[in-house]
């Protein structure tokens, strides 16, 4: 199945917010909006380092790294 880009985005929008809002594991928030999205948590983790990737390339060098980031949230 084919889902659009802006799919892939509202739902790895939904896992970071969830996971720091929630402070929940990655591992839950991938669970718990496959649930919400009929999506395998398998499919939603592919699609969070794809992006995740990409804002790494695109960061600025003092930038953090979404992992970093919700540790210090933690």
């Known amino acids: 199945r084919k889902y659009s880009v802006e799919f892939k985005e509202k739902a790895v929008h939904q896992i970071i917010e969830m996971a720091r809002s929630e402070s929940c594991s ?17 499919t939603l983790r592919a ?14 060098p003092d930038s953090e790294t979404m992992e970093e980031e919700l540790k210090r949230l933690r």
Request: hydrophobic share 25%.
């Open 26 to 42: 990655l591992q839950r928030a991938y669970e718990e909006v496959g649930e919400l999205r009929g999506v395998s948590r398998h």
């Open 47 to 60: 699609w969070y380092r794809d992006s995740a990737s990409t804002r790494d390339g695109r960061k600025a």
